[in-house]
């Protein structure tokens, strides 16, 4: 069998369940340009170690252009009999170049090293594609944002009515996470960055190779320092499983608030037409199931994650065969990602907001109760003292069935002495706002300032 890699030992091939169970082709094979160029590298590094002359070296790199335009064109695919990406690119390299010269490719390499390499090589060119999609939803939102300053909305705590806040302020809320979370791919990318080809089977090699030239030549910016850290870890795979669990994490935070807000109760955004679905059945329906997907793919992020977790813990060093099942859930969390992101950046770009109902329930609810005990706390009544009175007018007006503004200054000054009629300063939504005006506040201005950092760090991923 020309794609098997092993068998000099064995009498006979392997059982069928066996060769099934072992062949990874159908996941693997995504990673046949980065196997190609990762021979390439070793073809010179073998080279510069004497074991390939020039003409030899000139061949290899010849039947590997040839391989890698068959692989580009789908005119080489791997066989039925292929166990994996590594033995049916040695069987098309042979085809190409000869037994007596494409046999030589493997001295010095293991699968056990190609696969780390391959994995990273992989994930550091997904990493930038999920970055650049997050970053577009980070862009809607700050769109979004200018396009609504100083639109107030009711801020929430416990889902409950809390204090009135900017609709901007809220939209960045979510857009600092995607930031935080794009800055952990570009952080990731540091450790992703070093290459274990070179480490062989788990001890290194002993050909005199250059893992330092194969590692530049892969565009990493050093070898491992130890071999069989290079073939065992998985934690850079891991961390990737982790952050791309986090941006699923944080995509249905956004997209829970989506659902919410496009209900008949909140009544708070309308979904663009392209970005929302109908029911089969029911012909008034208009759905958020780009939200809804969002909200479900993170429990599939999670999944990933935790699977791979899970075939990590208590693997003993070096490689063990468990780790190919590495590569299915940080393939899955990518092309998850990869499909994910832009149907939530464009269904945030198109959203339409119902900024009147907004503002008109910003301050219900009592949402001004903590500016009265604030208020009074300007005046020098200590914020426990305040805290009791702001509470005590909170309940004459839900007695009364009406909110704090509609308070008479009688009803207020029964109340304590100090709620003199100055307090209604403060009884507004805009006047609530404006006094938030410290760093990281909700007033317009502070927003504004929040809005330069913002873009100054996105300036600077
Ligand atoms: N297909 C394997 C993987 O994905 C690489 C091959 C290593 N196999 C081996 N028997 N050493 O991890």
């Known amino acids: 069998n020309e794609g098997a890699l092993w068998g000099g030992r064995f009498q006979g091939g392997p059982a069928d369940a066996l060769a099934a169970l072992s062949k990874s082709t159908h996941f693997d094979w995504r990673l046949a ?19 390939l002359d020039a003409a030899e070296l000139e061949g290899m790199l010849a039947a590997l252009d040839l391989l890698e335009a068959d692989v580009k064109s789908g005119a080489y695919l791997p066989a039925e009999s292929d166990e994996d990406v590594h033995g049916s690119l040695e069987r098309g390299l ?4 000869g037994t007596a010269l494409g046999g030589k490719l ?3 390499r293991s699968r056990n090293d190609q696969i780390a390499t391959l994995g990273r090589m992989y994930l550091r060119d997904h990493a930038k594609i999920i970055a650049a999609g997050v970053l577009s939803v980070v862009d809607a939102l700050v769109a979004q944002a200018k396009a609504h300053h100083g639109v107030a909305m009711p801020g929430r705590t416990h889902l409950q009515h809390a204090q009135p806040v900017l609709l901007s302020h809220h939209l960045l809320a979510h857009a600092w996470a995607l930031l935080r979370d794009v800055q952990r791919l570009v952080d990731w990318d540091k450790r992703a960055a070093v290459s274990p080809y070179g480490s062989g089977a788990l001890a290194g090699s002993s050909l005199g190779l250059d893992p330092n030239a194969v590692a530049a030549d892969l565009g990493f910016d050093s070898a ?19 952050v791309a669990a986090m941006i699923g994490v944080d995509l249905s935070r956004i997209s ?39 909200r479900g ?35 899955d969390a990518a092309d998850t990602l ?13 959203l339409v907001f119902n900024t009147e109902r907004m503002e008109a329930l910003a301050p219900q609810g009592f949402a001004l109760a903590t500016d009265i005990a604030e208020w009074l706390v300007r005046q020098g009544v200590p914020f426990r003292d305040a805290h009791e009175l702001s509470g005590a007018a909170v309940k004459v ?28 300063t403060v009884l507004s939504t805009e006047g609530s706002l404006n006094s938030r005006s410290a760093q990281g506040g909700t007033a317009p201005s502070a927003v504004l300032a929040q809005l330069a950092a913002l873009e100054g760090q996105l300036g600077e991923v």
């Open 33 to 51: 340009l980065y196997d190609i160029a990762g021979s390439k590298a070793h073809a010179r590094v073998l080279n510069t170690a004497g074991l």
């Open 94 to 97: 042979i085809e190409r170049a």
């Open 106 to 108: 493997r001295a010095g």
């Open 224 to 242: 491992a320092w130890n071999s069989i850290d290079g073939t065992a870890s998985r934690d850079v795979f891991a961390e990737f499983a982790w």
């Open 256 to 294: 829970e608030e989506v659902i919410l807000w496009a209900t008949k109760e909140f009544s708070f955004i309308t979904l663009h037409d392209s970005y929302s679905t109908g029911s089969s059945i029911m012909p008034q329906k208009k759905n958020p199931d780009v939200a809804e997907l969002a």
């Open 297 to 331: 793919k993170a429990g599939r992020l999670i999944g990933d994650l935790t699977g791979l977790l899970a075939t990590l813990k208590g693997l003993p060093l070096a490689y063990n065969r468990d780790l190919q099942e590495d590569k299915e859930p940080v393939f």
């Open 338 to 350: 990869e499909l994910l992101l832009p149907a939530v950046s464009g269904m945030m770009a198109t």
């Open 397 to 424: 007006a839900e007695t009364r069935g009406v909110e704090l503004w509609d308070l008479t200054d009688e009803e207020y000054a029964g109340i304590s002495a100090h709620l003199t009629p100055e307090v209604r």
